[in-house]
């Protein structure tokens, strides 16, 4: 009987796990507004600050709570945990590009469940005041329109509108809610360092 010789093949996959493994691990998904969306508004709060204003309300200065972030999170608590499952089975295969899907997949389920809060949602209304308020038209360099007589010209109300859901009135604080997917402890402002 002749002895047999079978060659066979082995890949070595541990770099490749360990690089897929590291980007599950030392990678996180924030959905929020990122300080690049924080940029100053009119009036001097920024996007991050306004919508940390009007999750928990200021019942001082009469704004209620209109709770977005924290819900729409919450929304898809379920989805994530099972894209984060499927991402680690990713990972354990070397797959690295499937675990980076995963993490941006989760922040866009997240931002769009946070932005679908500003317009489903059982908020308080807005006040009628706030309904029935005509803003002052301003030019291009913020200057008040004004008519032949010299009257301010003031355009339509929210009532008039049609834009009665609070918060709704241009999107622009809901179009500021996004993620960004950053590795740990990059870029972030944390207590005790430098803003």
Do not use: C
């Amino acid at each position: 009987m002749k002895p047999t010789l079978s060659v066979r093949q082995v890949a070595d996959m541990s770099g490749a796990i360990r690089k897929a493994v590291e980007a599950l691990t030392e990678k996180d998904v924030f959905i929020g507004v990122p300080a690049e969306n924080a940029a100053p508004r009119q009036g001097g709060l920024n996007n991050a600050e306004l919508s940390y204003l009007h999750e928990y309300g200021a019942p001082a200065a009469g704004i209620p709570a209109r709770p977005h972030l924290l819900p729409g999170v919450g929304d898809i608590k379920g989805e994530a945990a099972g894209l984060l499952k499927g991402a680690a089975e990713q990972a354990l295969k070397g797959n690295e590009a499937a675990v980076d899907a995963a993490l941006n997949r989760i922040g866009l389920l997240g931002q769009n469940a946070v932005r679908a809060r500003f317009q489903n949602n059982d908020w308080p209304p807005l006040k009628d005041a706030t309904l029935d308020a005509s803003p002052l038209k301003k030019d291009d360099e913020g200057n008040v329109i004004r008519d032949k007589g010299g009257e301010a010209v003031r355009g339509k109300s929210r009532r008039e509108k049609g834009k009665l859901n609070p918060l709704l009135d241009t999107a622009q604080l809901m179009k500021s809610h996004t993620y960004v997917v950053r590795k740990k402890g990059k870029s972030l402002v944390t207590p005790g360092s430098a803003s």
